[in-house]
């Protein structure tokens, strides 16, 4: 499952528990821990809990879940009483490895705040729903029939019915770790798919909800899915018009997007065997480079603007038969990813949120295959949705969410996923509402210039009319690498 997101002590306390200064009864129970982003990441200390489920919230008495839960605690010794609470994306990524790899851009919050964090059901440590699929399947390069063949075996591996793993019910299990935890209200944070749990959770317990940060907004109302080709395509472009308007990147790479496009041909016909180290594990492996992992790359690499600084260089260095940058790059990228994700809450997701609404995202096959990731991975996904079993969806979910309550939405101007008009989209009918648009910047604000002061001053004071966002001005671009020593001075 390398590539699957190329289509996130042992001192038992028995007692009463003590958060943000307030007893509350053992509903669950804390204890000692560390969390952390990953293989090679440092730990973060934490208290660390199980909060018990039932697996179809309809049945109560059905199959008990286990969900994992950390509370990173204040560094304040008097909290406020509404935490802040980051929600991943994904779908399919830990809350508690999210914030554990971002954990920098909280710190400010954090000072007067614990931070909640719930795996949501089907992710990290809570029931997670993994099953072995074949990366060829993500990448669009089975046939229908094998696409579905190997769905239909990932469906009989999970641990546990999928119908249960959905936005809609994701929302319920965090309302009842607010009040096991006894705090009064949440203040959330999401990113990407995050965006649209803390939507629909707004949506669904507004009196639980303080404020809200939608960082690389996906609106209820957009499926997730049609558009991927097309956003991606407009963030390379916008990256090589910047590359052209640039005196020494248009000099030095003066035709990219003719040996992008050359090599994508070549790439097509004849695919590049590579054999390097695993930037992860230092093992070396040898990688089947094919145009579906050149576009798998680029795609990642447009995330992050010091990672889309690299792209003319990685495409000029492939276009003259020099293979291992760019594969190195999407070898470190997508290893990272596929530990990440988990494939069955993902497809349960996308199957029931998305899948019925992507003939009316209108989005033409004709706008796919003028993309550089083409229909392929669309194909992937209805077929895949295909047997996937509809899951729990609340009546009102696709509709706009309609609110007083201050919203704080972070967009990047070249985001590839969520680009700056989901933003719009999104506050439609929110009327306490502030969309920023971060200049030439990818997917994800939060940990960018100054934005963590921003976000604090949000969460601090609740409105979004007294930031002061001047500091953001200062943001740029990365400037483009012209060779391995990295931008120019």
Known sequence: MRHSSLLVATLLVLLPL??????????????????????????????????????????????????????????????????????????????????????????????????????????????????????????????????????????????????????????????????????????????????????????QYPNSTRSVILDGVAPPQLALGPGIAVDAQNSLDAVFDRCSKDEKCQQRFPNIRRQLTDLQAHLSAHSVSVSLPNPLTGHIEDINFTAAELAGALRLLSYHPTSAAKIPLLIAEAANENYTPFAAQFMMIAESISEAINIGMHNAVICTEDAPHFAA??????????TYIGPLQLDALEAMCSVWPLGVIDADFKAPVASDIPVLLLSGEIDPVTPAVNGELAAVALSNARHLVGEHQGHGQAPRGCMPRVIDQFIDSARVDALDTQCLERLHAMPFFLDYSGPPP
């Open 361 to 370: 995202a209108g989005i033409s096959r004709a706008m796919l295959e003028d």
């Open 18 to 203: 003590f958060v943000s200064g307030q007893e509350v009864t053992a509903a669950l129970t804390l204890e000692d821990c560390r969390i952390s982003a990953g293989r090679g990441h440092p730990g973060i200390k934490a208290r660390c809990g199980t909060l018990q489920r039932p697996e179809n919230p309809a049945d109560p008495v059905s199959a008990q879940l286990e969900l994992f839960v950390a509370v990173v605690p204040a560094l304040s010794l008097n909290p406020a009483l509404d935490p802040f609470v980051p929600i991943a994306g994904g779908p399919g990524q830990a809350s508690s490895s999210f914030y554990a790899g971002f954990a920098g851009a909280f710190e400010h919050i954090r000072r007067d705040r614990d931070i909640v964090l719930l795996d949501q059901r089907g992710t990290g440590k809570s029931a997670p729903m993994t099953c072995d699929v074949d990366e060829k399947i993500i990448e669009g390069e089975f046939s229908r029939e094998q696409t579905i063949a190997e769905t239909q075996k990932c469906l009989a591996s999970l641990p546990h019915d999928p119908r249960f793993f959905t936005t809609s019910v994701a929302v319920a299990d965090l309302e009842a770790l607010r009040k096991a935890l006894g705090y009064s209200r949440f203040n959330l944070y999401g990113i990407s798919y995050g965006s649209r749990v803390a939507q629909h959770f707004l949506r």
